[in-house]
């Protein structure tokens, strides 16, 4: 389901102007503090009315200046706060239920039992808000939005008031979230290792314009992501084996089950190039493959691209290193990747 965002919205001295569109399952709304990030997202909640353009998700125009501004219950645009906003005196049971009220029942397509397995939230039904964890506290807010049944689901920095575990575990539940229940995701945040692990496109605000769009990696951070499937699980050595369409390679730390199919980031910066097979080294990972490009010098490093039988890898070496090892377009290589550096943080479910 595309959004379409168009708009001019001004808040006392601030100005925001953004256009763009997207498709992605989820799009991740990306900047400094006080760049309009929040702004909109509550624009296209409906929280505030901009001056001037137009936001529609699929077939239906939220607004349209002069002509549409449809009110908050009716956009059903779920919208997961900072810090949850559970209403204290109700049990996660009711305030799970509280996110059906708004919804016409021939509207409603979440299923209760559904959301529940989904988020893991069996064990926590009778208890007060009080006595949740701050993560906890979270899946039941991203629960009740869920079972608004919405359009799409707006997530306004939901990891910022949680410690580096409780962001950890949302994490793993947002993932599901965007595979399983395929509502279209809205996501804020100033991390570039959450935007790069959850987002397929990266929408780019500073200062309330719109300065960049498109994939996260490549955007935010040189690198690749790779769809694989876990070929086997060792446990004496930790390591997991992962197949892809250019070959395998090894990653430790890979909580997910051997058939499973996941995705891997592998950062730019750690990604060697050798023009020999090398021996006697201690990186597992060796993937012969040939060079694509050659990206503008920033500095004294560059980006080289690299084919790896079908599948992209990108490369941030020295210039001086390129011009010693005579890197060209179509020169056969080896990709070297350390596996520790594909840390649990870089891999996720496809």
């Known amino acids: 389901m595309k ?9 006392g001295a601030f100005a925001l102007e953004v256009a763009f569109s997207s498709d992605a399952r989820i799009t991740a709304l990306f900047g400094r503090s006080g760049s309009g990030k929040t702004s909109l997202l ?23 200046a002069g002509r549409v501004c449809l009110p908050v219950q009716r956009r059903r645009a779920g919208y997961v706060f900072q810090d949850g906003r559970l209403l ?18 021939a509207e409603r397509y979440a299923d209760f039992a559904q959301v529940v397995r989904l988020l893991d939230l069996e064990h926590l039904l009778e208890r007060r808000p009080s006595l949740l964890s701050g993560g906890e506290k979270q899946r039941v807010a991203i629960g009740r939005a869920l079972l608004a049944s919405p359009r799409l689901l707006l997530m306004d920095e939901p990891l910022a008031s949680l410690d580096t575990g409780r962001k950890a575990e949302i994490l793993y539940y947002v993932e599901r979230l965007r595979d399983e229940m395929g509502v279209p995701i809205v996501y804020v945040s100033h991390s570039i290792d ?57 990653a430790p730390e890979v909580d997910a089950l051997v ?23 201690s990186m597992l990972n060796i993937l012969p493959g040939v060079i694509v490009s050659l990206g503008e010098s920033a500095g004294a490093s560059l980006e080289v691209g690299i084919d790896v039988a079908g599948t992209p890898l990108v490369a941030r070496i020295t210039r001086k290193s390129a011009g010693e090892l005579g890197l060209a377009p179509g020169r056969p290589v080896f990709a070297l990747v350390k ?9 996720g479910y496809a």
């Open 3 to 11: 959004l379409e965002v168009d708009i001019g919205l001004r808040q």
């Open 42 to 64: 509550n624009a296209i909640a409906g929280i505030v009315s901009p001056q001037r353009g137009r936001i529609a998700v699929g077939d239906t125009v939220f607004f349209d």
């Open 88 to 105: 204290p005196h109700l049990s996660v049971r009711q305030n799970l239920r509280y996110g059906r009220f708004f919804t016409p029942a």
């Open 194 to 250: 959450e935007v790069v692990r959850l987002a397929d496109t990266v929408v780019e605000i500073a200062e309330g314009k719109l300065t960049g769009i498109g994939p996260a990696i490549g955007r935010l951070e040189g690198g690749a992501v790779i769809d694989a499937r876990v070929a086997s699980q060792d446990l004496d050595s930790g390591l997991a084996r992962l197949d892809f369409a250019g070959g395998s390679f090894f």
């Open 259 to 281: 058939g499973e199919r996941v995705r891997v980031r592998v950062s730019a910066r750690d990604v060697s190039i050798a023009i020999e097979r090398p021996r006697g080294i």
């Open 339 to 347: 596996a520790v550096a594909i840390d649990r943080h870089s891999v």
